[in-house]
C-alpha cells in the first residue's frame, strides 16, 4: 500500500493537483502493480517564501495546456479550416499520414488531397487516451466520421482513430486511420 508524498510551491489550482495526484496514482499502478483504492497521494504546499533552489527563491511556474486539450484545439481549427491556427500548434518538422500511406508536411496539402475525398467530415469523439514519456506525450483519439461526400449525399458512423505525437505542447506528428474509403464503396 505505498503513500505518495509531493510537495509543490503554494499556487497550483486544485485541477492541477488533481491531475497531478491521479497521474501519480496511475505510475505507481503500473509501476508496482498496486490497485488505484491502495494507492494515497498527498500534496503539500509551501510559501514561496519557504522554497528555494539552487540558492534561489521560486514560484510556481504556469501548469502547461495538457496534450488532449491541444489536440482538440488543433483538430477543432482544422475541422474549420483554420489552417493558420491550426498551425499555431505544431512543431518544426511536423508530418501526418493519412490512410493508403499519403503523407504530408503542409496542412494545405492535406486540405487540396482531402477536396477529392469528401466537402466536409466532423470528428463526434468518443474517448481520448494518453499516454506520457517525460516532456513527450502520445494521444489517441477515437470516434466517428460524419460529413458530405463529393456528390453532396452525407455520411455518418465512420469510425478513425487518431495518433498524436507531442513535445511539449507542440504537435510533432499525426496518424490516421478510417474507414471512408470502404464506406464510399458501398
Known sequence: MPLIECTLIKGYDSEVRQRLAERVTDAACSSIGAAADFVTVTIKEVDADNYMRGRTKRVPAPAPRQPEDTVRAFLAAMERRDLDAAKGFLADGFAMTFPGGNRFTELAELVTWSQGRYQSVTKTFEGFDCAFHGTSATVFCFG????????????????????FELEGEAITS???????????QE
Not at 499525426?174 to 464510399?184: E, F, K, P, S
Open 144 to 163: 466517428t466520421l460524419s460529413g458530405i461526400w463529393p456528390d453532396g449525399t452525407a455520411f455518418e458512423g465512420i469510425r478513425f482513430i487518431d495518433r
Open 174 to 184: 499525426q496518424m490516421v486511420w478510417n474507414a471512408l474509403a470502404g464506406a464510399r
